[in-house]
């Protein structure tokens, strides 16, 4: 019988890869037999890729264009990209006043424009070859909290983007999905373990009582990518260890 989550022979690009979330996503790929490629923002970034079986680029998805090379080297070597992850993201952890006109755009530049580029980018040079692309959002692009108005903007219209690529996509062979990872501990929730008494009551929001860990977000992107999806698309989903799953 067929192993339909076996990506032997099929390629893989993870923006972000470098570290967290996106270095563990990688990994699953490379387990379930892959090859894969990550992008960093800089040089420097990359190195820490070396020797994991990973090759790397150096793309800030910040900038125009900076995925198309990327994307466009990836598929005239393989004749075709499989499949497209968009990772790459920052958090904040600001009120809503405070935010200064450069958070604005870096938080927005990062985690929407930069997916959305990167898809098109996907699209338009593979044309009719089709693809599969999977966005990386958040549950808080479904519910709200305080000190994070950006971020969860942005990861709610990276939700409904999937969306809308899905629908308009899907006459060209393209599948679109996102994942909404919950509290995740990486480097990126540092600001909140250290504080020992915020910590805990996230914890107590959560009915699995822990923080997620990075390769919890493997087996949902290694699914989405598989043939075991293949009439998957335009979904969110969840992997927060029950947390929007409460009242």
């Known amino acids: 019988m067929k192993n339909v989550f076996d990506l032997t022979g099929k390629s893989v690009l993870v923006t972000g890869a470098t570290r967290g979330i996106g270095r563990q996503i990688a990994q699953g790929f490379l387990d379930a037999g ?61 009120p809503a006043g405070f935010f200064k006109e450069e958070d604005i755009q870096n938080v927005t530049q990062t985690n929407f424009v930069g997916v959305f580029r990167a898809s098109q980018a996907y699209y338009k040079i593979h044309k009719k070859k089709g693809g599969n692309i999977i966005n990386i959002a958040s549950v808080l692009g479904m519910v709200g909290t305080k000190f994070a108005a950006v971020y969860c903007g942005t990861k709610g219209a990276v939700i409904n983007m999937t969306r809308a690529l899905a629908v308009e996509w899907a006459g060209s062979g393209y599948r679109v999905n996102a994942i909404c990872p919950g509290f995740i501990d990486t480097d990126m929730t540092d600001m909140i373990k250290e504080r ?10 959560i009915p699995l009582s822990r923080l997620g860990k990075p390769e919890d977000l493997a087996g949902a992107a290694v699914f989405l990518a598989s043939d075991a999806a293949a009439y998957v698309t335009g979904q969110a989903i969840v992997v927060d260890g029950g947390v929007t799953s409460g009242i």
């Open 34 to 94: 892959a090859t894969v490629y990550g992008t960093g923002s800089s040089a420097e970034s990359i190195k820490r890729l070396e020797g994991s079986g990973i090759e790397a680029f150096a793309a800030d998805i910040r900038e125009p264009g900076a995925m198309d090379s990327v994307i466009e080297t990836l598929s005239k070597k393989h004749g075709k990209l499989d499949v497209l992850v968009n990772n790459a993201g920052v958090a904040t952890n600001l």
């Open 196 to 205: 020992p008494e915020v910590l805990e009551q996230m914890k107590a929001r």
